[in-house]
């Protein structure tokens, strides 16, 4: 994937010496963050409203069920479709579908008939295949392969702003309607803007051989792949033992939303207080991936012990939250809800709730922040990465689909939770196994790329 055409003498110009120069991977790293800032991280905000910002999650539900439906689908696929189309075209695509969605919560509000939601959802789950799969291959080859977890924390923080920000917009929207069921059209709209946004500067990302790491080195410097040669190496995947490793881990890194956005922030908490408590529950996802990105790129020397010790970190506190979120469970079920919580008029009885959902978001963030960059040390050319972060997020949707519609068919909330619990708890040890199995700590065990045309021209120095 790249441009063909040699291109040696005009890269032999290039200073190297400015990490802000336009082609270098923070620059990069930061614009692929700022365009997950105005798509997916708004979308995230939507989400976390619980039932998309309405009173009957219903629509919500079904929604999501499609967008998770075809995003398992197209996200396997995404990793072939950016090989051939490159990142800009794959992108812009992907971030347009996200401004539909958005606009179909918009009709909603207005006639109540989910099937426009329904559509748009299924839209929405190619484009995000796209936009995942670009993501990936881009936030795992463009940095330094010594510095992946630094650039995985900067990417994350950025891209869960957007969360933060969403946030805001439904809180200050809606101050003043404690007692609303749904959100105001200024919402969805607020939400569509910043998409739109985001589709425009998907456009400036460049291709992967014209981004040139500070040591002169580059990414990788591909001619564009074929559809034949994808089909194969997709499916090639299936049979992977390090993928088959990392299905658990992809299955529940999105099967816990639904639970957490519906049944925790939106059973718990008033409308204004769910935009609140998404505020806090991106940020916290900022510090969970600043803290994880750091122990997997500095505690210690060896790539493979930072590796083991960031899974047991991961475990450690996943149980721990976990088990909080238990001990708050056992309290309410579908046909027994509790008071709503205003963080201004409940006093005490917010505390704990609130801190809880900040949990959640930390442990998310630290959660697939440490299965990025498991990924990302499996290889370092942006041609395998985006397949690998194309099955990864495939797998990943297909058990989001799966989670939505238990919630949309009622099963009991403790059941939920319990699942949630075990499915996050299998996945470290498979974790560590490929850590162990599959991680070195130098270079030699990353593959080489599958495309003859990138063999003798993979980072090449500049």
Not at 92 to 99: D, E
Not at 106 to 135: C, M, P, R
Not at 300 to 320: C, D, E, H, P
Not at 432 to 452: C, F, H, R
Request: proline content about 4%; aromatic content about 14%; some cysteine.
């Amino acid at each position: 994937m790249g441009f063909e055409g040699d291109g040696e003498s005009a890269a032999n110009q290039v200073s190297t010496k400015s990490r802000f120069r336009y082609n270098s991977p923070l620059v990069q790293v930061t614009l692929i963050g700022l365009v997950c800032f105005c798509c997916p991280g708004m979308f995230n905000a939507l989400s976390g409203m619980g039932g998309g910002g309405q009173v009957n999650p219903t629509a919500a539900n079904n929604a999501n069920t499609a967008l998770y439906t075809t995003f398992a689908i197209f996200g396997i696929l995404g990793g072939g479709i950016y090989n051939i189309l490159g990142p800009r075209l794959t992108l812009a695509a992907g971030c347009s579908t996200y401004v539909l969605y958005a606009g179909s919560f918009l009709y909603y509000n207005h006639k109540q008939h989910q099937s426009f939601a329904i559509v748009a959802g299924a839209v929405l789950g190619i484009g995000a295949g796209f936009l995942w799969a670009g993501e990936g291959a881009i936030m795992t080859s463009y940095p330094p392969p010594r510095r992946k977890g630094t650039y995985i924390s900067l990417f994350w923080s950025i891209f869960n702003m957007g969360g933060v920000i969403g946030g805001l917009i439904p809180f200050i929207l809606n101050y003043n309607r404690g007692e609303a069921a749904s959100v105001n059209d200024g919402t969805y709209i607020g939400f569509m803007c910043f998409m739109m946004a985001g589709t425009l500067l998907s456009l400036a990302i460049l291709p992967p051989s014209k981004v040139v790491r500070d040591d002169g080195t580059r990414c990788t410097h591909i001619k564009y792949s074929k559809v034949s040669t994808e089909a194969v190496e997709i499916g090639k995947l299936f049979f992977n033992w390090k993928m088959l490793l990392i299905a658990p881990a992809a299955w529940a890194s999105n099967f816990f939303y639904s639970y957490q956005f519906n049944n925790v922030n939106g059973v718990l908490f008033n409308l204004r207080t769910r935009g609140l408590n998404n505020v806090f529950y991106w940020g916290a996802q900022m510090v969970g991936s600043i803290g994880i990105g750091y122990i997997l790129d500095f505690s210690f020397q060896s790539r493979r012990k930072r590796g083991f010790v960031g899974i047991g970190i991961v475990a450690a506190l996943g149980t721990a939250i976990w088990a909080g979120g238990l001990a708050k469970q056992v309290g309410y079920k579908h046909n027994d809800l509790p008071t709503k919580l205003d963080f201004k008029d409940s006093g005490s009885d917010f505390a704990g709730p609130f801190v809880l959902y900040f949990s959640y978001g930390l442990l998310d963030a630290m959660f697939q922040s440490m299965v990025y960059w498991v990924i990302g040390a499996l290889a370092d050319d942006s041609e395998i990465l985006s397949r690998y972060v194309g099955f990864y997020k495939g797998v990943q949707s297909a058990g989001a689909a799966v989670a939505w519609q238990v919630d949309a068919h009622k099963v009991p909330l403790l059941t939920q939770l319990i699942v949630n619990w075990s499915l996050t708890t299998v996945s470290y040890p498979l974790l560590a196994i490929l850590v162990m199995l599959a991680v070195k700590d130098d270079q030699k065990g990353e593959e080489p790329s599958t495309n003859p045309a990138s063999m003798d021209n993979t980072s090449k120095p500049v």
